[in-house]
């Protein structure tokens, strides 16, 4: 019989279109064995010999990928499922349904985690474990399946944006104000159901019944995927409409080169794209993954009747920049025997402009401080190498006549102390200095025979 290396700890919610994401059962797993996330990753990664460089990175915005599909998941899941002997491990994330799209995994999953605040609160009630729903992960829904509340993905006390992995190991809690999640969103924050309109609340309604049966029939989507279901279902849709894919497209409004490039399968539609795409015909997802030619000729596509996504566009307002006031600025760092700014890129933070603004407006004043910047940085770098070069040497000499051995260690803490350098530096330097002694050394007395 064989033992897991690590506690076999239940996947909840297997089965269910509620199932726990991988970032939540990674999470709850550390949590277990009360160590930390990333020194559970680092494990994995020493155990199963994954390759990552970095497992810090995976905290990040990275292990985002783990809830959707690619060879990320397909290592870390697969590690995690010989190290607890658990078989039901795909199930936390959607690599069941990866040959219909792209093998990117992009478009798929949030960048960011998000939580219903209700479902913790529920969860607190009865003194069950709080977990992530990997529902709430899948990109485009705002709503969460389960009972319709929307989802959240800021901290409602210090607005703090949520890693989809915690190292703290509890999800229910805050990682930077340790304060509860369970809160609901203040009245003027984007998360207030007051925020919303209702074409959005239209889109989520429906999206949210589409996730829940694409969850439930992944397993079948899986079995009979070939990777060709999206143009398929699009080919037999317009042979029974008898429209060409222009015509097609005027009357949903799609982009035409787009929904050709899908029908011809020459690029297959994001996650993201097809949830929009089957909103505006009215089709269930997962009808047309499982059996796309009989979605094709099942449903009637009342076009009249279309559920729209709202796409929201930030308010762009045009900014007028006077090229008086940027060149003059920009002379005024020229005319100073030393320029109060590091970079170009410190000056258009003071004027609040980018880069290109500042290359359109002044290129040839621009070019020139940022050659003088670097002039001076050179200069002071050099400076400082010198000081550095100067002082150990004096080191050097103090331990020679104290008769004590020069040691690289010994002498780098003499400098960091005296002069205040970083460690790098003065490891460059003695480097430096070593090299210089022995080429020296080797014009003194000639080469070896």
Known sequence: MMVPDFFPLEVMGT????????????????????????????????RGKLGFCNTWSLMGKDSRAFNSYGS???????ELSRATLRNDLLQTCLAQIRAPFPNSGQGVVKWCRHWCPQCIRVARSREEPAYDLLAWQIVDLGVCIRDGCLLQHQCPHCGQ????????????????????????????SGGHPGALSADQRAYWSWLSQSV????????????RASGRECSTFLKTLL???????????????MNWETVREWVADRHR?????????????GVPPAATLMDPVTAAYQFTFPF???????????????????????????????????PTVKSNVDLTRKLKISECVLYWHAGPLAKQLSARLKELGYKRTQE???????????????????????????????????????AHLAKEVFSHALRQEAVSQHKKTGPHR
Not at 72 to 78: E, N, S
Not at 269 to 281: D, E, G, H, N
Request: hydrophobic share 40%; aromatic share 4%.
């Open 239 to 253: 042979e029974t409409r008898q429209l060409s894919t222009l015509q097609f497209c005027r009357q949903l409004g």
């Open 384 to 422: 400082r190498r010198d000081a550095v070069l100067q002082e150990m040497g004096d080191i050097m000499q103090r331990l020679q006549e104290r008769r004590v051995p020069v040691v690289r260690k010994i002498v780098i803490a003499e400098v960091v102390a005296r002069i205040g350098c970083s």
């Open 15 to 46: 089965g269910t279109e509620y199932v726990e994401s991988l970032t939540s059962y990674i999470t709850r797993l550390a949590a277990a064995h009360r160590i930390s996330s990333q020194a559970l990753l680092a494990l994995l990664n020493r």
């Open 161 to 188: 944006v949520q890693r989809p992995i915690t190292d703290s190991g509890l999800i229910d809690i805050c990682h930077t104000c340790k304060n509860s999640l369970a809160s609901e969103p203040a009245a003027h």
């Open 304 to 338: 009249e009747q279309n559920i729209r996504p709202e796409v929201k566009r930030p308010k762009t307002t045009k900014k007028h920049y006077p090229a008086a006031r940027i060149r003059a600025a920009v002379q005024a760092q020229l005319d100073l025997a030393e």
């Open 269 to 281: 539609p994001r996650l993201v794209a097809w949830f929009r795409f089957c909103s505006r015909i």
């Open 212 to 223: 829940r049966e694409l969850l439930l029939e992944r397993e079948s989507i899986a079995q």
């Open 72 to 78: 990320m998941q397909q290592r870390i899941c697969g």
